[in-house]
Nanobody, 122 residues
Framework: QVQLVESGGGLVQAGGSLRLSCAASGRTFSSYAMGWFRQAPGKEREFVAAISWSGNTYYTNSVKGRFTISRDNAKNTVYLQMNSLKPEDTAVYYC????????????????WGQGTQVTVSS
């Protein structure tokens, strides 16, 4: 069982930056692939970024060059550094975990955090 707790969301102006953190419980964090997803009101949950257990990273096209996913296995934490934020990035951001390989489909993840709100004003 893995428990995930996100933090770092908030209100920021367009062009600003935020860093989201996701702290995971459990001793096998390093064996999990971690993903970040987001869900805006009235929309489906969508893939943002993922990092495999070995550190390979994946991004949706709309955030490439702006967002960076990273992990610190010693701290059982995954991060999402978000730069050059746009109003369309406004959503609840969720982290998720699954065994071994990274994936971009929400249904393939086994564990989810409660989410953190990111609001980007224009």
């Amino acid at each position: 069982q893995v428990q995930l707790v996100e933090s770092g969301g908030g209100l920021v102006q367009a062009g600003g930056s935020l860093r989201l953190s996701c702290a995971a419980s459990g001793r096998t964090f390093s064996s999990y692939a971690m993903g970040w997803f987001r869900q805006a009101p009235g929309k489906e949950r969508e893939f943002v970024a993922a990092i495999s257990w070995s550190g390979n990273t994946y991004y949706t096209n709309s955030v490439k060059g702006r967002f960076t996913i990273s992990r610190d296995n010693a701290k059982n934490t995954v991060y999402l550094q978000m730069n050059s934020l746009k109003p369309e990035d406004t959503a609840v951001y969720y982290c998720a975990a699954r065994v071994v390989s990274a994936a971009s489909i929400p249904a393939e993840y086994d564990y989810w955090g409660q989410g953190t709100q990111v609001t980007v004003s224009s």
